[in-house]
């Protein structure tokens, strides 16, 4: 069984920093990719960023460019999502996302947050206030 747990969200002061975590079990982690998402108030999903643990890929979405740093770490079978600068705008609910296929789906061009994500994360606030 595939499991998808994040963890990390807080409220944090604007400035702020948060890492937020996902841990994945039941696939084989070097064959996923994470994806971050996010959904605030009365707005639509985002994608935030996303890691490719077979080929290294990276992506930010140009709202978190240059703020916020997702990274891996295989031998906790975990991608963090490192938060800096948070801003207002940044509150919402986030979620991680785990595809398996993303390398046969992006034909190898590595993760990106239009992939299809198969497996789900139930999601962990973040509130960054002003």
């Known amino acids: 069984e595939v499991q998808i747990v994040e963890s990390g969200g807080d409220l944090v002061q604007a400035g702020g920093s948060l890492r937020l975590s996902c841990a994945v079990s039941?696939?084989?982690?070097?064959?996923?990719?994470v994806g971050w998402f996010r959904r605030a108030p009365g707005k639509e999903r985002e994608g935030v960023s996303c890691f490719g643990n077979t080929d290294g890929s990276t992506y930010y979405a140009p709202s978190v460019k240059d703020r916020f740093t997702v990274f891996s770490d295989s031998a906790k079978n975990t991608v963090y999502l490192q938060m800096d600068n948070l801003k207002p705008e940044d509150t919402a609910v986030y979620y991680c996302a785990a595809d398996q296929y993303y390398m046969a789906r992006s034909e190898g061009y590595g993760c990106h947050v239009t992939l299809t994500y198969d497996y789900w994360g139930q999601g962990t606030q973040v509130t960054v206030s002003s």
């Open positions: 039941g696939v084989t982690f070097h064959n996923v990719a």
